[in-house]
């Protein structure tokens, strides 16, 4: 009867998870939903394949040709391999990391992307973004918000987006010398307008 108790009271008043153990999970978690199918990308082609990740991941796409964002994995277009082309990405609290990024390659029509409290965006994402050539030739609008991994190094790298015309950046608590930086990016890109919200 005793051990019957002992169990009991086990079950009623179980002991909190540990935060570590927690974050542990879902950080492993969001590495899987990012890991790069290369066999999918070749089957369905490279728009399809990236629209895929980037809604299991919890980000919204927008078409070539379509007013509507798109969030629900079950309610993607389907149609003959190439019809679709993202072009836009709205990232805002989604859990895409640099693992993932190899999706972006194969994207030749991609104009806007926005990173909005991304917990998992760092430099190395935006260094392998602005590196993609694809990027370069197509973004043209690009927002990074209250990402606190992204430092300075990470938003001058974004000098090689040749044709980016826009950049909102706010709340990047990891930049921390924002006249600096933002004038070196300017210098590499005259006609690019910056807005900044950096406190």
């Not at 980000?59 to 190439?82: E, S």
């Not at 994207?107 to 602005?130: F, G, P, Q, R, T």
Request: hydrophobic content about 35%.
């Amino acid at each position: 009867m005793r051990v019957l108790t002992r169990v009991t009271g086990c079950v009623l008043h179980p002991r909190p998870a540990a935060p570590r153990s927690s974050r542990g999970f879902w950080g492993w978690l969001n590495a899987v939903f990012n890991k790069v199918d290369y066999e999918r990308i070749k089957s369905v082609g490279p728009d399809r394949a990236a629209a895929e990740w980037l809604l299991r991941c919890g980000a919204k796409v927008r078409f070539r040709g379509f007013d509507r964002w798109q969030h629900d994995y079950n309610g993607l277009p389907t149609g003959p391999l190439g019809r679709y082309h993202i072009q836009a990405i709205d990232a805002t609290e989604s859990c895409i990391m640099y693992r993932g990024f190899d999706y972006l390659n194969g994207l030749e029509h991609v104009e806007e992307i926005k990173l909005n409290k991304c917990i998992y965006i760092e430099d190395a994402c935006l260094e392998c973004l602005s590196q993609t050539e694809n990027m370069q030739a197509s973004l043209r609008t690009m927002e990074v918000i209250s990402c606190g991994n992204v430092s300075d190094k990470g938003i001058i790298a974004l000098h090689h987006l040749k044709n980016l015309e826009y950049l909102f950046l706010s709340d990047l608590p990891g930049v921390k010398e924002k006249e600096i930086t933002t004038g070196r990016l300017q210098t590499a890109l005259p006609k690019l307008s910056i807005e900044l919200d950096l406190g």
